[in-house]
């Protein structure tokens, strides 16, 4: 079974750009949840979705968005891009929301300069 | 021994010694316990998780540790080995909203 599937692994913007990660979960799974983190910091919660439905946000303004395909697909999106948006984002997959156990992708590195 | 650095607390081990990571959660109402692995350059990976009715559950050279009481857990690793380098963060979920609550992480450093 294929694992999460995160494009584009690496992508370099400029400040007030914006940008669309793409997040493949796990066949199967329906819950797709993303985090940004930053070198040596833990994992920020952005948003968690379950049948294309967001269901729980963390504390990030609104230029960041995402959503949730029928097929659970996801993609976020984050507009008016500032240096401080260069992280590592990442997806995660679940089978359901009650479930513990995330599957990560490997990511996507952002970099805004 | 256990540092708090800028970021994130490192924890230096002999190899083939045992490592337990600490991590004290924050909720009350907290229900299940997961614990993650971090290598550099990946995402975190499932390690092993424990429901709220049991206070110490066995994995494959991982021992998870619960204690209500106190609201700390903690992630025993037996005879720790080059491959457990990484950071380790802990996780809590309250089963009412399945918020997941991430803890901030340790970094495990093993001495040759």
């Known amino acids: 079974k294929a694992g999460v599937t995160q494009t584009p692994r690496y992508l370099i913007k400029t400040r007030g750009q914006q940008v669309t990660l793409s997040c493949s979960p796990i066949?199967?799974?329906?819950?797709v949840s993303w985090y940004q983190q930053t070198p040596g910091q833990g994992l920020q919660f952005l948003f968690e979705?379950?049948?294309?439905?967001?269901?729980n946000k963390g504390n990030f303004p609104g230029r960041f968005s995402g959503r949730q395909f029928s097929n659970s697909r996801s993609e976020m999106n984050v507009s008016t891009l500032e240096l401080g948006d260069s992280a590592l984002y990442l997806c995660?997959?679940?089978?359901?929301?009650?479930?513990?156990?995330?599957?990560f992708g490997s990511g996507t590195q952002l970099s805004v300069l | 021994g256990e540092s708090v650095g800028l970021h994130l607390p490192t924890l230096s081990v002999q190899e083939g010694d045992n490592s337990i990571i600490n991590c004290a959660y924050s909720?009350?109402?907290?229900?299940?316990f997961i614990w993650y692995k971090q290598e550099s350059g990946k995402g975190p990976q499932f390690i092993i998780d424990?429901?709220?009715n049991m206070d110490k559950r066995q994995g494959q050279r991982v021992t998870v540790l619960l204690n209500k009481t106190v609201k700390h857990l903690s992630l025993q690793i037996a005879a720790t080995q080059p491959g457990d380098s990484a950071v380790y963060f802990c996780?809590?979920?309250?089963?009412?909203?399945?918020?997941?609550?991430w803890g901030a992480g340790t970094k495990l450093i093993i001495k040759p």
């Open positions: 995660a997959s679940s089978l359901n929301r009650a479930s513990g156990k995330l599957f």
């Open positions: 066949s199967g799974h329906r819950s």
């Open positions: 979705y379950f049948s294309e439905t967001q269901r």
């Open positions: 909720n009350s109402a907290s229900d299940y």
């Open positions: 424990i429901r709220s």
């Open positions: 996780a809590e979920k309250a089963m009412s909203n399945y918020q997941l609550i």
